[in-house]
């Protein structure tokens, strides 16, 4: 070890000032560090950024059980403590919003009598119920009274009836009494009856209130105004009396409503919920969440659980809802479609990585070689040369891995599908960084082994055998294998992978390498067959140059095959993803019909009028739905009508040709027919155009001709029949059937057909249209909500990180390129001097290297040309995003991309050409004397 200890003591830092190639190490493993760090790093991000956009999107009128929220619903009279400790249970469970409070009316449920709530004024009654919401009255869009007073608050309209001002007192309580003089939606006479009731025990029981207020409603009458109450319509009490509606709601303050149920001797509906939080919105942080929250949903079944102690000796029995399991079941399950997705990808760019690093090794070992023979020579142990190349590797290796990793965190952090990738992710980052610099050392460690004993040997005068170089060898029949079985298993599969395949990353780089690799194998072979002997010229020197810039120990087919590689992973990459973005962007416009649609008890409420065509103004169209039968084989197919005058302007249409048909196929509505309904049909098999049906919507039977059949339709998730509105509307009114939609008050049209509202507006934008004509949608859906779609979003990712894996291919290229170039061009440096000394300009050499390298440019895109058009053939099966969702993927490949690619090669061609004219112009007369490149 002492001759070695000078060599080791200098060793670090020493690679640092050799330049281009402590440049070209550093990069290379940073390229490695990077996609390694990029595979678990992306399927964390996906999980992430999918869980955000399902959790954005999960509508929030909707009932307890689907929300990102645990409830417990306590119906009976509780004590103190009991609340106490029950908001303690909530509290309890990590990553929940502050606990939310309601209370109403409940003996109408909770009572074998049935007792009705009601409000009286002198000796008239309605049916209307106490409610107490947390944040309730402070969001009451007041029309009369004090904004937040304490007291009760009523409707504008039901306090106007009864001839109420702020400050006057009515009764609020319960009764049994099913006299005339208690009126609901049914008519008088609503209440529960005293049949069986004890004797001396009162049928009414009431106390004195005070009205606050009185707050504005939808139409309906009933529910409040406003984004608060429009996002509980689905949880707020049921009118009593059985009618489909809203209870009349009496709304106060705690303290009011607390007394009003305590002097009714109501039984109270409890209920304590609490959001997921914003900091809670992380797949893992989600599980631990829906983990409490199961427990506590098990709670009720079990009668030594904390939830039944909690309410023990008040005759209460619980009841748990909450939607966190079946989210976090949904957001792991795409979390494994998301890491399904981004395994192929990462394996092939940790396959590429590492081959940009065992180029780099090899180009650090040939210019070590010189040290080594010496090194070797003078008896040097083997473990000190080793340990002398890890040393001098180390900084390099350590910089490039550190560089890399955290270039693709901050990468995945800052331009990634989830900004929160959470402490651990930093960790696997580190983990990625260290993994790749001990790979790369160990990997330096064993090709200096190599090395040095085949120095050892050819200085014991054993020469080494040789493994056959040049393109091709082994590596042809290996790459062809592999390439043929991966399109079979694509061939032979049922479906497609939607980029849940490894193959849809690895198949194309097999393609591309062996059909690259055959090509130009077949025509070094065919330009060997053709080869003729020339004379010698003013051409000569070319010759000697050409020669002497091939024939230094990288084939030129060799050059020709990596760059083919580069570029083509590179242009499936952008293909890929434009193909897939645009797919993706039509099978969202069919899933959600229009940016934004809210359903809508009925048209005429909109105040546009009756009829098809409501005068809505702009961005605005009406369309209605319903199930039916299609004869004779009673498919189930929907009902979606139209206006063909006002949809186009509102509906998406995607980019692709069948949304396109769709559009053009409205026009058909104008052709004239009688006697029958014109129709489009979208995705019913069987049905060509010119042919009559019959469908059952209901109690109707309408006769119907196909004028187009169709594949997609924006909204058409199902098979669908679209019918134009006009036409439908002036049948039903011949028929005589009051079933038109489309008229106020036509309860059988509104309960056949359902009433949509759709809009080019955002939702947020529609929700605040509605609320100015104070309508409460009964469901609102966006272009959101389909964009969320986890097959959609994680495909559209995938597509993201193969073009990053495109860009990692060109890099390794443009390496391999550059640093082939570079030890050509010194390993050809005495022709260089020796031509200079012989009058020749180095102008002339750096043309005749430029032309040569254009060539092998253009042979790389020319061998390219089959071997992609193998993969375009393939690509629908390989990353069509949800197959099963229509419309089916166009498979046109885009000119764009192809040029960028185009471009790309002629970016390393560039930079080759640079490099070979910087390296000859430095070149010196001493330096070329003792080079060992």
């Not at 053009?664 to 995705?683: C, I, S, T, Y």
């Not at 079933?739 to 009433?755: E, F, K, L, M, R």
Request: aromatic letters at 4%; glycine letters at 12%.
């Amino acid at each position: 070890m002492r001759v070695g200890w000078p060599l080791l003591r200098r060793a670090p830092g020493r690679l640092l000032r050799s330049g281009s190639l402590a440049l070209m190490l550093t990069i290379s493993v940073a390229l490695l560090a990077g996609l390694v760090a990029a595979g678990p790093l992306f399927g964390r991000a996906t999980a992430n950024g999918s869980l955000e956009r399902k959790l954005a999107t999960v509508p929030h009128n909707t009932q307890a059980n689907q929300q990102a929220a645990l409830t417990l619903i306590l119906p009976g009279r509780l004590w103190d403590d009991t609340r106490v400790a029950v908001t303690k249970m909530l509290d309890d469970v990590p990553w929940l919003d502050p606990v939310v409070t309601s209370v109403w009316s409940g003996s109408w449920e909770n009572d074998i009598y049935q007792p009705m709530p009601f409000l009286g004024v002198g000796d008239r009654r309605k049916v209307a119920v106490l409610y107490h919401r947390t944040g309730a009255v402070e969001a009451l869009d007041v029309v009369r009274g004090r904004r937040g007073a304490k007291g009760l608050w009523l409707p504008d309209g039901l306090a106007t009836e009864l001839g109420l001002e702020p400050g006057d007192s009515f009764r609020a309580g319960k009764t049994l009494d099913d006299g005339p003089t208690l009126a609901s939606c049914n008519g008088p006479g609503s209440g529960g009856g005293s049949l069986g009731l004890e004797p001396g025990t009162p049928t009414t029981v009431a106390s004195t209130v005070t009205l606050a207020g009185t707050y504005r409603t939808a139409p309906d009458g009933r529910v409040p105004t406003g984004r608060y109450f429009s996002a509980l319509a689905a949880r707020l009490p049921g009118d009593p009396s059985r009618c489909p509606l809203t209870a009349l709601l009496m709304i106060g303050d705690e303290e009011t409503v607390q007394g009003a149920l305590k002097a009714a001797d109501e039984i109270p509906d409890w209920t304590y919920s609490a959001d997921l939080s914003q900091d809670g919105r992380s797949l893992d942080r989600l599980e631990q969440a829906a983990t409490r929250a199961q427990e506590l949903r098990l709670g009720p079944g079990d009668l030594t659980s904390d939830l039944w102690k909690a309410v023990a000796g008040q005759g209460v029995e619980p009841r748990v809802e909450s939607g966190l399991p079946a989210l976090y079941a949904e957001a792991e399950a795409d979390a494994r479609t998301a890491a399904q997705q981004g395994r192929g990808i990462a394996l092939a760019g940790a396959a590429l990585g590492l081959a940009a690093v065992v180029i780099a090794l090899r180009a650090l070992a040939q210019r070590r070689r010189r040290e080594n023979e010496l090194l070797v020579g003078l008896g040097t142990p083997l473990r000190a040369v080793v340990a002398t190349s890890a040393l001098e590797l180390l900084l390099p290796a350590v910089i490039g891995a550190l560089a890399g990793a955290f270039a693709a965190y901050l990468a995945f952090a800052f331009l990634g599908p989830q900004s929160r990738l959470g402490a651990d992710a930093i960790v696997t980052t580190l983990g990625a960084a260290a993994l790749v610099a001990l790979v790369t050392l160990a990997g330096n460690a064993v090709v200096t082994v190599l090395q040095a004993r085949s120095i050892g040997r050819r200085l014991a005068g054993r020469e080494p055998l040789r493994s056959p170089g040049g393109a091709g060898g082994f590596w042809l029949p290996l790459l062809l294998g592999a390439a043929v079985l991966a399109v079979g298993s694509v061939l032979a599969r049922d479906g497609r992978a939607s980029y849940t395949d490894p193959l849809s990353a690895v198949l194309p780089i097999l393609v591309l390498a062996g059909g690259s690799l055959l090509l130009v194998r077949l025509a070094a072979f065919g330009t060997r067959l053709r080869r003729r002997p020339t004379g010698t010229g003013g051409a000569g020197v070319d010759r000697l140059v050409l020669r002497g810039l091939r024939d230094t120990g990288v084939a030129v087919t060799d050059l020709v095959v990596v760059l083919a590689i580069g570029v083509g992973v590179l242009a499936y990459g952008l293909v890929s993803a434009d193909v897939v973005h645009a797919s993706v962007h039509d099978k969202t416009a069919v899933l959600a019909g229009a940016t934004s649609a809210a359903h809508v008890p009925n048209s005429p409420d909109l105040g546009g009028g009756e009829g098809p065509a409501p005068g809505l103004g702009d961005g605005l169209a009406v369309v209605w739905r319903a199930r039916a039968q299609l004869q004779p084989d009673y498919t189930d197919v929907d009902i979606l009508v139209v206006n063909p005058e006002t949809l186009p302007a509102v509906a998406l249409w995607g980019v692709g040709p069948e949304l396109a048909q769709a559009r053009q196929a409205l026009r058909k509505f104008d052709e004239p027919v009688r006697g029958v309904l014109p129709a489009l049909l979208v995705g019913i098999p069987g049905r060509e155009p010119g042919r009559g049906g019959t469908v059952s919507v209901g109690a109707q039977e309408l006769q119907l001709i196909a004028k187009a059949d169709l594949t997609a339709f924006p909204g058409a998730t199902r098979p669908t029949v679209v019918l134009d509105a006009r036409s439908l509307f002036t049948r039903l009114d011949i028929l005589g059937k009051r079933q038109n939609p489309s008229i106020a008050g036509n309860i059988g049209g509104q309960g056949t057909y359902a009433t949509w509202l759709w809009s080019s507006r955002p939702a947020a934008a529609l929700e605040t249209y509605l609320d100015g004509k104070h309508i409460t949608p009964l469901a609102l859906t966006s272009i959101e909500q389909a964009r969320a779609t986890p097959v959609l979003t994680s495909s559209g990712w995938a597509a993201t990180y193969q073009i990053v894996l495109g860009l990692a291919a060109l890099a390794l290229a443009g390496l391999s390129v550059v640093v082939a170039v570079d030890r050509r061009v010194a390993r050809a440096a005495p022709v260089d001097l020796v031509l200079r000394r012989f009058g020749v300009r180095p102008a002339r050499l750096v043309r005749l290297r430029a032309g040569e390298l254009a060539l092998t440019g253009l042979a790389a895109l020319a061998v390219l040309v089959l071997p992609f058009g193998v993969v375009m053939t393939l690509l629908p099966r390989l990353v069509e995003p949800g197959p099963t969702l229509s419309p089916a993927m166009d498979v046109s490949v885009p000119l764009v991309p192809l040029l960028l690619s185009v471009l790309a090669a002629a970016a390393v061609t560039a930079a080759a050409v640079w490099v070979a004219a910087r390296r000859s112009a430095t070149l010196k007369p001493a330096e070329v004397l003792r080079d060992d490149a």
